[in-house]
């Protein structure tokens, strides 16, 4: 089956900098890609989602890269500010509607 | 903002009880569903609800039954709960792709 790999699982930067999560995933028939935010307390927040067809996007200071043929799924949050700390994870949709989730990256920006 | 309602948030019971979980989602959204999560993060559907259709995952023990009384409600039941029935059911709404969980609700059973 399907397995998704997640990295860095931790993650600190500068308020301003960049930050860069990586997803790997295994089945080239995978067509629904997500990334979703959970604060503490908090449930899955969808941050954005993009389709196989879709190699880039860009939403309110987030970029999401599809690329398919290395089978990796990026996010990449620009300009990092204390509230975008959290617990960011990847979601595949294959199949019968079942999600693979990464096992998630704890984002910490320093002010 | 949370837009997909789950209570309760968990709950212990004994085997051979009755649960029951609620979900309401507030996105105006036609299509729910109830998953369970494993221990590998992997969120298995159980049910999908659009306009009054059920789809059912045909591995889901009959214990299981969903309840809908209009397409913002779709509730979980389980009729008569087993030890590996412990674990985490998040309940889920979409629309065009994208997809709302809410925060899920534990189930312990002893």
């Known amino acids: 089956g399907e397995q998704v790999e997640q990295r860095p699982p931790h993650l600190s930067v500068p308020e301003g900098d960049s930050a860069v999560i990586i997803c790997t995933y295994t089945d080239s028939a995978t067509a629904y890609f997500y990334w979703y935010k959970q604060e503490p307390g908090a449930g899955l927040q969808l941050l954005m989602s993009v389709f196989s067809n879709v190699d880039r996007k860009e939403e309110q200071g987030l970029t999401v890269l599809l690329n398919k043929k290395d089978k990796q799924l990026s996010l990449n949050l620009t300009a990092a500010h204390p509230g975008d700390s959290a617990v960011y994870f990847c979601?595949?949709?294959?199949?019968?509607?079942?999600?693979?989730f990464g096992k998630g990256t704890s984002l910490t920006v320093i002010p | 903002e949370t837009a997909v309602f789950q209570t309760p948030n968990y709950h212990v019971t004994q085997v051979g009880n009755e649960v029951s979980f609620n979900c309401k989602q507030t996105?105006?959204?036609?299509?729910m569903y109830w998953y369970k999560q494993d221990s590998k993060k992997l969120l298995k559907i159980m049910f999908s609800?659009?306009?009054?259709?059920?789809?059912v995952n045909e591995t889901v023990p009959r214990r299981f039954s969903p309840q809908s009384s209009d397409k913002a409600h779709l509730n979980l039941r389980i009729k008569s709960v087993e030890p590996e029935d412990s674990a985490v059911y998040l309940c889920?709404?979409?629309?065009?792709?994208?997809?709302?969980f809410g925060k899920g609700t534990r189930l312990t059973v002893v």
């Open positions: 996105l105006g959204h036609d299509t």
């Open positions: 889920a709404s979409s629309d065009r792709g994208q997809v709302f």
């Open positions: 609800y659009n306009n009054k259709q059920l789809i």
């Open positions: 979601a595949v949709i294959t199949g019968y509607q079942n999600f693979y």
